[in-house]
């Protein structure tokens, strides 16, 4: 058997008029993710995390924004693609270590509602889903509620 780590990373600034989504969850705010997506950076570190470990380059590479065909796209679909990207290269997960960093909104209560959700989408248990919230103590754009980052660690198996 063969174990491979990857490491993902996104951010994405929030703006007045857009929905936030984390996790493929909609959250209950007054400013959502501003991106060609719907800018769930969650989802999107995942997918990195998960290209990484299979050296699949990364999400830009696969869902370029340039592209029309990705323009408000939902993020579960490209992390569905993203699954069956590594299925077809003999990859199943092992488990997703994630850690959400926003000053607001308080992002613990949707965490289990987040993990269903990934776990549906991905195919796996929602105890492969770790997934963890941390402020970045008023520090920097996060600090300064100007955006979001989130990071992952994935391990994949094959």
């Known amino acids: 058997m063969k174990i491979r780590v990857g490491f993902g990373y996104d951010m994405h600034r929030l703006k007045e008029g857009k929905e936030l989504w984390l996790g493929g969850v909609k959250l209950d ?85 987040m993990q269903e959700k990934l776990a549906k989408v991905m195919g796996v248990d929602k105890s492969d889903i770790s997934i963890k919230a941390t402020t970045s103590e008023k520090m920097g754009f996060v600090g300064r509620e100007e955006g979001i980052t989130a990071y992952v660690v994935a391990l994949i198996q094959q």
């Open 29 to 113: 705010y007054r400013v959502g993710l501003d991106g060609h997506s719907d800018a769930d950076v969650l989802i999107h570190a995942i997918c990195d995390a998960l290209l990484g470990a299979a050296n699949l380059r990364d999400i830009g590479f696969h869902f370029p924004d340039t592209s029309a065909e990705y323009k408000e796209i939902r993020s579960t679909l490209l992390l569905e693609k993203t699954m069956d990207l590594l299925r077809e290269h003999g990859y199943v997960l092992g488990n997703i270590d994630a850690t959400v960093c926003a000053e607001k909104p308080k992002i613990n209560p949707y965490i289990p509602k």
